[in-house]
């Protein structure tokens, strides 16, 4: 079955705060890559996307990249190194964003305000918007797309996220665009979704689709 690599949102791992997504991968015979952020050493994109890339290390393949929130963020940034590097993997994994957490060239979404909106009860993100200000992702995106056809990058966010912050819901449909991808809006999920069992069987839909189930 598929080799996954699964970034967690901020402030959160893998194993411990997506048992249910986790659990539901492993009954299918996947393999989750074990990786686990140090979210207090580092506040920017560039030295999570190192964390990752520091514990990958010769990992042989990967056939699937998830990454949820700013995990999701990561990912992007990770995917965009693997273009670069000289050791490339043997095919390149296919995508799956979730609540995405990125700022694009989108004006009307005025990043500052989105992180203190959620200060109150993401403590750790009032310390990130230097960084993430100057994070220019198109051509992150572009490099990307050099690589992967369009149906195999796909976009998550959940309906009720959208509700709460249209920010986080423009930011997911910037990212589909960039990629010509698909937009899957999970019905009354929120952005912690491993409750949600719908949020879940999407993922695990692709994930099928991906692995050629």
Not at 57 to 65: A, E, L, M, S, T
Request: proline fraction near 8%; glycine fraction near 8%.
């Amino acid at each position: 079955m598929s080799e996954i690599l699964f970034i967690p949102g901020c402030g959160t791992q893998t194993r411990k705060d997506y048992p249910k997504l986790v659990g539901a991968l492993e009954s299918r015979g996947h393999h989750i890559i074990p990786i686990t952020m140090d979210w207090d050493v580092e506040s920017d994109p560039r030295a999570w996307a190192d964390q990752v890339h520091s514990q990958l290390g010769d990992v042989p393949r990967i056939d699937i990249g998830i990454g949820h929130s700013y995990g999701s963020m990561t990912l992007l940034q990770v995917a965009s190194d693997w273009t670069q590097r000289e050791k490339s993997l043997p095919s390149f994994p296919k995508l799956l964003f979730l609540g995405h957490s990125a700022r694009y060239l989108d004006d009307q979404d005025a990043y500052p305000n989105v992180i203190r909106e959620h200060a109150k009860d993401l403590n750790p993100l009032d310390r990130f918007p230097p960084a993430f200000e100057d994070l220019v992702i198109g051509p992150n995106v572009a490099t990307i797309r050099m690589h992967l056809e369009s149906e195999e990058v796909t976009v998550f966010v959940g309906e009720e996220e959208g509700r709460k912050s249209p920010p986080q819901r423009r930011r997911a449909l910037s990212l589909s665009q960039l990629f010509e991808s698909q937009l899957v809006t999970i019905p009354g999920a929120p952005h912690d979704f491993d409750d949600t069992p719908l949020y879940v069987d999407e993922i695990m839909g692709k994930v099928d689709i991906y692995s050629g189930v």
